[in-house]
T-cell receptor, first 119, second 112 residues
Framework: NAGVTQTPKFQVLKTGQSMTLQCAQD?????MSWYRQDPGMGLRLIHY???????DQGEVPNGYNVSRSTTEDFPLRLLSAAPSQTSVYFC??????????????????FGNGTRLTVT | KQEVTQIPAALSVPEGENLVLNCSFT??????LQWFRQDPGKGLTSLLL?????REQTSGRLNASLDKSSGRSTLYIAASQPGDSATYLC???????????FGGGTRLMVKP
């Protein structure tokens, strides 16, 4: 059971460069999301998806794009990296229960993170 | 806007102590509350999930309670061990769904 797999683990970018952070899960979870974690700011939601072909913005979406072409994959794209995007990025997934909201009985499963530095 | 606060930010205790971590939230209209553990350089691992209709959940030495009306949750750790040293985070899912709001975490150190 791989769970949620993120690549790469570490990345250094120069300002203005672009890159894609990869996230894959093998649990057939409908819900996938991206968070960034910064000292003193906690975890903040960037984008999320409730199924293939459906994405929506979270709390801090500016500067990031996402797509969900398959259930398994949810890549996060930085189009033009800025020093303010230096952070640790986490992908997380979950089952999604009937109606609104995440499943009552399914916790959020996290990947091990990608540490990104933008110089 | 939902705000989640965890106090204290850091805690150091000797091995064997029972301890309580606190989590408070401003909007009581929630689906559930989750407690997570994060080890340095790692992702978050779910410990306990309490549905809005529940009062508490237990797993081994861990017990989490939820008082929705007062906007509070506690995580009780019995007979703490050095292996419990980690950062503990709580998160709530609001009734709008699809989003968890996290607290800033409590960094716990259990000394042998």
């Amino acid at each position: 059971n791989a769970g949620v797999t993120q690549t790469p683990k570490f990345q250094v970018l120069k300002t203005g460069q672009s890159m894609t952070l990869q996230c894959a899960q093998d649990m057939n979870h409908e819900y996938m999301s991206w968070y960034r974690q910064d000292p003193g700011m906690g975890l903040r939601l960037i984008h999320y998806s409730v199924g293939a072909g459906i994405t929506d913005q979270g709390e801090v979406p500016n500067g990031y794009n996402v797509s969900r072409s398959t259930t398994e994959d949810f890549p996060l794209r930085l189009l033009s990296a800025a020093p303010s995007q230096t952070s640790v990025y986490f992908c997380a997934s979950s089952y999604r229960g009937p109606g609104q909201g995440l499943s009552y009985n399914s916790p959020l499963h996290f990947g091990n993170g990608t540490r990104l530095t933008v110089t | 806007k939902q705000e989640v606060t965890q106090i204290p930010a850091a805690l150091s205790v000797p091995e064997g102590e029972n301890l309580v971590l606190n989590c408070s939230f401003t909007d009581s209209a929630i689906y559930n509350l989750q407690w997570f553990r994060q080890d340095p350089g790692k992702g978050l691992t779910s410990l306990l999930l309490i549905q809005s209709s529940q009062r508490e959940q237990t797993s081994g030495r861990l017990n989490a309670s939820l008082d929705k009306s007062s906007g509070r949750s506690t995580l009780y750790i019995a007979a703490s061990q050095p292996g419990d040293s980690a950062t503990y985070l709580c998160a709530v899912e609001g009734n709008a769904g699809n989003m968890l709001t996290f607290g800033g975490g409590t960094r716990l150190m259990v000394k042998p």
